[in-house]
């Protein structure tokens, strides 16, 4: 069983997420379960066209939809939102919590996936500890 288990979620599939809540409940023996999400960093050239304070808008939001998955899922999480780019920053938040896994949901690859590589397989590559990919 693992103590700390660290949940990457890009928030786009809530019934995926919720679904891996409760299998890393099972998995943590009443460890500590951290649910995370990245806000993507916005190319410099992009924020042009963006309102200002986008960013800053986002994380309340993305903040308050951990919660309530958290909620929905009946498990016991904490949860975290960081900025910047994704799979560096699940692998950082792996090593600040100690995490002894990192249990992240797949989608189905796009060709795109398949000449840059997902954020699930840099995860699996640069992760401090086991990883568990739920298809």
């Known amino acids: 069983m693992y103590n700390t288990i660290l949940i990457p979620t890009d928030l786009s599939d809530e019934d995926s997420t919720i679904e891996t809540l409760k299998k890393a409940e099972q998995l943590s023996n009443n460890g500590r379960v951290e649910l995370l999400h ?3 960093a916005i190319p410099a050239f992009s924020m042009v066209e963006l309102p200002i304070h986008l960013m800053e808008q986002q ?3 993305a903040r308050e939809k951990l ?3 958290v909620e929905k899922s009946g498990v016991k999480a904490d949860t975290e939102v960081r900025k ?3 799979y560096s920053n699940i692998v950082e938040e792996a090593k600040k919590i100690d995490a002894d896994l ?3 949901n ?3 690859p796009g060709l795109q996936d398949y000449l840059l590589g997902s954020t699930a397989a840099k995860v699996v590559r ?3 500890c086991s990883v568990l990919v739920a298809r």
Do not use: N
């Open 102 to 104: 990192i249990l992240i």
């Open 59 to 61: 994380l309340p939001k």
């Open 126 to 128: 640069h992760a401090p």
């Open 67 to 69: 919660s309530q998955m």
């Open 84 to 86: 910047g780019q994704s």
């Open 38 to 40: 990245v806000l993507d």
């Open 106 to 108: 797949s989608h189905q």
